[in-house]
Structures are given as C-alpha cells and as structure tokens.
C-alpha cells in the first residue's frame, strides 16, 4: 500500500476496529477510502455484495466487518454469530478474489484458540483442543475465515492474511450493559455509579484472571503495518504482550472514571478462564510494537465514552456512539457522533461541544417536523427514525468542514 491514492475498501468502517483503521489510513496520508455502513451494505447478501465489488473494484479490502459480542450474546445469537459471520467473510474474500483485490487482511480473534492452549497462545495453538464453549460458534466462523484465506492464497498465489487480536479497546468501543466485554462494561458501570452518586459497585468474580488488553489505536498500526510488510499463509496475533489481572483493570478504570466509592468483588460468581495471553513474537519479529499505555488508553477511552447510551442502545438498539458530553447532557435523547475524527477536530468539537449539541437538537427538531418516521423519546424530544441526517459545521480553527452523524 505505498500509492496514497490506492483504494482501499475497509469494511465494517463504523466498529470499534474499522474506525481506528480508517483513522490511522486518513492520518498516514490515504486518499481513496471506500467505506459502507451496515445500512448502505448488507455483507451477508450476496448479490449486493458482488456488485458492489464490481462497480468499486478496490485494490485492497481490510475486513473488520463482523458480528461481534460478549459471552452473554454468543449464548443468546449462536445462530446468528455462526451464521452472519460465515456469510460476511466468505462474501467480501471471495468477491474480493473476483474482482481483482491485490491485498485482503482478515481479522480473526484470540477466541480461535482452544479453552486450555497453553499460555502466552502460539500461532500453531490452533485447532489443537476443544473451544471454549461459550463463544465456540463465533470461533468456529473466525477459523473457516482464516482457513479460507489460506486456501485461496494456495490455489490462487493470491495474497490474504489473517490478524488475530487480542481483547481490544478504545474510542468507539460498544457499552452495551449485555453485549460488551468487560472492559467497556467496568468503564460503564463506573461512571453510572459516579453519575448517581452510588456507594458501590460490586463486580463478578474474585478479579484474578489475567488478561490482555491492546489500544485499538495500535491494532490499526499493526494493520498497515501487515498490509505493507506480513505476507504469508500462517495467522499472525496481535497483543500488547502486557498482562493485568481483572482487579488491577477494575482498581485503573476506577480511578480513571474518578469514581470515588468502594470497590466490591462478589467472589461466588465465577471467574473464567484463569490467564489468556497472545504470544505476538512472530509480528514482533517482523518489527512490530504496540505505542499506547494501558492508562493513556483507558484515559482516551472514557474521554471518548459516550454519554447518551442510556437512550440510544436501551430505547432504539444503537450499539455504540462517540462522543462523551457534559454529565448534565446524560439524558437526552439525540445522539452526536463526528463522522471524520481526526484529533484536531475532536479536539475542537469537545471545545465547541455546547454550541454543536444545540444546533444538533434544533436540525433534529426540524427533520422529526419534516420526516413522518418518528419516536418519542423518553424525555420529550422527537427524534427522527431510522434516519442519519448529515449537518456540515465549519471547522473554525482549521477551516475544515466538520460532519456531524444525528443518529436517531
Ligand atoms: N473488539 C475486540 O475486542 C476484538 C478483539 C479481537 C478481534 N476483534 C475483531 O475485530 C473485528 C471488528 O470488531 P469490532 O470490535 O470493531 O466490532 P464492532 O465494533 O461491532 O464493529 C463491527 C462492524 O461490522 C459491521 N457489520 C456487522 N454486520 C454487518 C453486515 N451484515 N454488513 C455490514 N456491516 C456489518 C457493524 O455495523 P453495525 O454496528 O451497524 O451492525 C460494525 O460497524 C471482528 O472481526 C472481531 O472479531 C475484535
């Protein structure tokens, strides 16, 4: 990927993932991003995939498009997460070979490996013992992806990859209360608690396990840094190689939230796998390593953590927005994500926040007046349904335009 102007088409662009890959492509000079919500493209139909692969034709597809959760949602969706996840991937790879793709990169995770691999998790760790039950239909779809990967570059010589991350955070992550991993989650839990003025907040388990964490700001870098350096049939992890144990993350996202009550631990709950940790020498090798501290991340993560997600998942089922606003904003029921976050104008728009929530209220106003598909929010705003309106504000320190993402 050294021409700036080559096309790039990085699916699931909106996720947690996909918007620090586009970030880190728009940072480094990349011009010709081709990206599609879920709405504008369904990656599990087909027909619609395959023709917009032939009207697009890009050069190189970052797959970051899947349908992605926490233990409670893969007990919940087995179907759904074996069966959307299959679809996705064997879509875009395969129109992807179709069409012409010099490059396709594959994004797996750490569940792939089976429930006692030996720790740190090798490569080659690989379908050497039974999954963890638990999320074995997501592991079982994240495998054929790699495998089918694999197949393609042995009958074809055509060059596709897989990275395996660890547990990702960072700006853009999902707080769902049900279907988020426990970082976001103990981020969540945290802050309501902070809002309401709460004593305590008791967390499952004994905070033993060990875990991985990695800023999704370093999984971008290790994206395009594979894309331009990694070509082979193997998998490749992807991890900080840093380990804390849940307590420390908990007693860090604590004092991050400030949140200043007591930290209670219910160890009658279970506590799950007790270490999961990626051995990631084989990127490391090739001159990879992870930039962000697990503090600077988790203090990147709650500035970006979103205020309003009481109204937008709980009412309407928006899994995640961007931007955290004043306290005092935590209840309204209009939910303002930037659509191009580069740092300059994030920083302008925590600024201007104020100034840019108003105008955003009184646009949405005027669409729910307009359009005929409306809710009635919980606190008496009327929003408009299904509906992303698109305001452009000038970006007054850099005389950009800065678009703002209504999403009712
Ligand atoms: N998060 C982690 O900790 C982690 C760790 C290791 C690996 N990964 C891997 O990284 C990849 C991205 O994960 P993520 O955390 O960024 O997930 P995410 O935040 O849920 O993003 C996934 C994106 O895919 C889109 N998508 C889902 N179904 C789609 C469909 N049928 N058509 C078009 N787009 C669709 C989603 O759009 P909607 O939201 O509109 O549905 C969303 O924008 C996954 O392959 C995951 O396995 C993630």
């Not at 960072?170 to 839990?189: I, Q, T």
């Not at 840019?356 to 005929?372: D, G, K, Q, R, Y």
């Amino acid at each position: 990927m050294e021409d700036k102007s080559a096309k790039i088409f990085i699916a699931g662009h909106n996720g947690l993932v996909g918007s620090a890959i586009v970030r880190k492509l728009r940072n480094l000079g990349f011009t010709n991003l081709i990206l599609r919500s879920h709405h504008e493209l369904d990656l599990t139909r087909q027909f619609d995939v395959e023709t917009f692969f032939d009207i697009e034709k890009p050069q190189f597809v970052i797959l970051a498009a899947a349908k992605v959760g926490g233990i409670h949602a893969n007990n919940t969706y087995p179907a759904d997460f074996i069966s959307i996840n299959l679809q996705i991937q064997t879509n875009v790879i395969h129109s992807s070979y179709i069409n012409g793709v010099k490059k396709i990169m594959f994004l797996g995770s750490s569940c792939i490996y089976p429930k006692l691999a030996e720790q740190p998790i090798v490569e080659e760790a690989l379908l050497t013992g039974p999954l963890e039950p638990t999320n074995e239909w997501y592991a079982i779809a994240k495998i054929a992806g790699i495998k089918m990967c694999q197949a393609y570059r042995l009958q074809y010589k055509w060059d596709a990859i897989s990275l395996m991350p660890t547990n990702l955070y960072g700006a853009n992550d999902n707080f769902h209360p049900e279907n988020s991993h426990v970082l976001p989650a103990l981020m969540r839990r945290f802050h309501e608690a902070k809002v309401k003025g709460a004593k305590e907040v008791v967390v499952w388990g004994s905070g033993s396990p060990l875990r991985e964490f990695l800023h999704v700001d370093d999984l971008a870098d290790a994206v395009v840094f594979s894309m331009e350096k990694y070509s082979g049939l193997g998998h490749v992890n992807v991890g900080s190689g840093l380990e804390v144990t849940i307590k420390e993350l908990a007693e860090l996202v604590k004092e991050v939230v400030g949140f200043e009550g007591e930290l209670v631990w219910d160890s009658t709950k279970p506590d799950g796998t007790p270490r999961k940790l990626m051995d990631s020498s084989k990127l490391a090798a090739l001159g990879w390593v992870p930039k962000v501290s697990l503090r600077d991340g988790l203090v990147d993560t709650y500035r970006c953590m979103p205020c309003f997600f009481h109204f937008a998942e709980d009412k309407i089922g928006i899994p995640k927005v961007y931007v955290k606003a004043p306290e005092s904003y935590t209840s309204y029921g209009v939910c303002v994500v930037p659509y191009a976050a580069d740092i300059k104008s994030y920083e302008w728009f925590k600024q201007n926040f104020e100034w840019v929530l108003c105008n955003t209220l009184l646009f949405a106003e005027i669409l729910s007046v307009i359009f005929h598909n409306m809710i009635h929010s919980a606190r008496g705003f009327y929003v408009p349904c299904h509906l992303y309106a698109f305001i452009a504000l000038p970006l007054l320190s850099n005389k950009k335009w800065w678009y703002l993402n209504i999403i009712d």
